[in-house]
């Protein structure tokens, strides 16, 4: 799986991630603040009037001058439609039997139902196995069995590190510094 590039605002904030590629253009324009890590990549650039080929170091963690990616940093971070982020913060266990299973045996439980005004967000959305959330229908949690962990709406870092795929080791580091206490992602 591709290598992505961590982009931060220059206040250290995560904005998002990128291609190594979009990431070599920010090093072009001289927008790179300031990076970080030790796995460097090193990508191959055009060819000079000798025919020498030149050669681009980007970092895994850069940090992105001025204030573009202030916008970034503003917005909302949802939950979206994808089930990959809600299973990783639930780390694939079942919230009704505590049954850890694969993606493809897990859904998307909405504590409060939808058809009852339930919102699609991290705070009201669970990973159910789906026999469980089969027998849960649009019942009430209370009609059903209680929760065993209590949903929560990640932190921004957090929010990265469930978004991301195949994170580097110096990413991973970066992101996870500042966890708060309550996060089932701390090891
Ligand atoms: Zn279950």
Known sequence: MMTQILVLDVA?????WISP??????????????????????LRGGHDRNG????LTVKPVIAIAGRAMLG????????GDQNHMLFKRDRHMCAYCGGVFAPKDLSRDHVLASSRGGPNTFANCVTACKKC???????LVEQFRPLLYVPYTPCRNEHFILQGRNILA???????????QHSRLRS
């Open 12 to 16: 250290g904030r995560p904005a998002k």
């Open 21 to 42: 590629n979009d990431a070599a253009i920010y090093y072009a324009n001289r927008k790179v603040a300031w990076d970080l890590g030790d796995e460097t990549l090193t």
């Open 52 to 55: 020498e080929q030149s050669l």
């Open 72 to 79: 970034s940093v503003r917005q909302e971070l949802p939950l």
């Open 133 to 139: 959330n089969g027998e849960k229908g649009d019942k």
């Open 170 to 180: 110096d990413q991973m580091a970066y992101l996870s510094l500042k966890l708060p």
